[in-house]
C-alpha cells in the first residue's frame, strides 16, 4: 500500500499562489489514480481535482478550473497542486488521496472511492 504526505499550505493573501505537494512512499503513484480533496469548518470534503495514473488525464471542479493545476511526477513519486488567484473560499484543508481503480470505473468526486489519504495541509487565504 501506499502512503502519503501533503505539504506546502500555509497563509496566503487573496490572489496569491501556493504550491501543495503530495509526497508517496511504500508503492508507486503511477499504479494510482489520484485526487486532491478540500474540507472547510463544517463542510464536505470536496473533490479540488484528479489525475490518472499515467499523469496525461487531469480533472477539475468547476470551482477552481483555470486556477488550479494539478500534476504528478512518477519517477519522483510526488504530486503536485498549483493554486493560482486564490480566493478566501479556497481556505480548508487539503487532502492527497489515491485510488487502486481507475477514474473510469468510478465516481472520482466522492471522497469513499479513494482507499488512501495523506494527513492534510492547512491551506488559509486571507481576503
Known amino acids: 500500500q501506499v502512503q502519503l504526505v501533503e505539504s506546502g499550505g500555509g497563509l496566503v493573501q487573496a490572489g496569491g499562489s501556493l504550491r501543495l505537494s503530495c509526497a508517496a512512499s511504500?508503492?508507486?503513484?503511477?499504479?494510482?489514480?489520484m485526487g486532491w480533496f478540500r474540507q472547510a469548518p463544517g463542510k464536505e470534503r470536496e473533490f479540488v481535482s484528479g489525475i490518472n495514473r499515467s499523469g496525461g488525464r487531469t480533472y477539475y471542479a468547476d470551482s477552481v478550473k483555470d486556477r488550479f493545476t494539478i500534476s504528478k511526477d512518477n519517477a519522483k513519486n510526488m504530486m503536485y497542486l498549483q493554486m493560482n488567484s486564490q480566493k478566501s473560499e479556497d481556505t480548508a484543508v487539503y487532502y492527497c488521496?489515491?485510488?487502486?481503480?481507475?477514474?473510469?470505473?468510478?465516481?472520482?468526486?466522492?471522497?469513499?472511492?479513494?482507499?488512501?489519504w495523506g494527513q492534510g495541509t492547512q491551506v488559509t487565504v486571507s481576503s
Open positions: 511504500g508503492r508507486t503513484i503511477s499504479s494510482y489514480d
Open positions: 488521496a489515491a485510488c487502486q481503480q481507475t477514474f473510469y470505473s468510478i465516481n472520482y468526486h466522492r471522497p469513499s472511492e479513494y482507499e488512501y
